[in-house]
């Protein structure tokens, strides 16, 4: 299986604030990864497929995905009340899918 | 607009049968492109592939689970279903089903259900 590892798990931001997220998988995986959103309660939300391309309903200038391989970034340039979440990175390389563990984004 | 929406039994007893059903309404469950699946959520952690089906009932599940899954689909009611068998409280999560968009080198889950939170307990 392959192992994909967030971190961190958490972080306490402002608003405002830019924020970085990091994903390693265990093996090479293309740009196979995509980034899901969480807020309390509600099921996830498919933010960024394909390591880099935005969801349509994703603000471009906000959000950016990148990475190939196996490191992977998650950055959110300028931080706003309804970014605050969990989110999870996912690798579609190979069966059995498998997420990372997750990072809490918090309110400072 | 494509809508999933899981139901069933809340509360089930250990080592029997956890059962639960999803209903795809807005739209169809054929297409080359779509896999219909589960992903689970035990209180407080992350996400865990459950497995996934395509329509011709091809279906792929995490070895961790194989042993204990069986996840089948009714294209003529839009309908998903799992089955988990022999539940312990480890299997205590919320239950999404999620269609898994796969279309070359688009392969993520873009459509959620709510979720159905599933308590194993005596």
């Known amino acids: 299986d392959i192992q994909m590892t967030q971190s961190p798990s958490s972080l306490s931001a402002s608003v405002g604030d830019r924020v970085t997220i990091t994903c390693r998988a265990s093996q090479s995986i293309s740009n196979y990864v995509n980034w899901y959103q969480q807020k309390p309660g509600k099921a996830p939300k498919l933010l960024i497929h394909t390591a880099s391309s935005l969801q349509s309903w994703v603000p471009p200038l906000r959000f950016t995905g990148s990475g190939s391989g196996t490191d992977f970034t998650l950055t959110i340039s300028s931080l706003q009340p309804e970014d605050f979440a969990t989110y999870y990175c996912?690798?579609?390389?190979?069966?059995?899918?498998?997420f990372g563990g997750g990072t809490k984004v918090e309110i400072k | 607009q494509l809508q999933l929406q899981e139901s069933g039994p809340g509360l089930v007893k250990p080592s029997e049968t956890l059962s639960l059903t999803c209903i795809v309404s807005?739209?169809?469950?054929?297409?080359?492109?779509?896999?219909w699946g589960w992903v689970r959520q035990p209180p407080g952690k992350g996400l865990e592939w459950i497995g996934n089906i395509y329509y011709s009932e091809t279906t792929y599940y995490n070895p961790s689970l194989e042993s204990r899954v069986t996840i089948s689909v009714d294209t003529s009611k839009n309908q998903l279903s799992l089955k988990l068998s022999s539940v312990t409280a480890a299997d205590t999560a919320v239950y999404y089903c999620?269609?898994?968009?796969?279309?070359?080198?688009?392969?993520?889950?873009?459509?959620w259900g709510q979720g159905t939170m599933v308590t194993v307990s005596s």
């Open positions: 999620a269609r898994r968009f796969k279309w070359n080198y688009f392969d993520a889950f873009d459509i």
């Open positions: 807005g739209g169809s469950m054929i297409s080359n492109a779509y896999y």
């Open positions: 996912q690798q579609s390389y190979s069966i059995p899918l498998t």
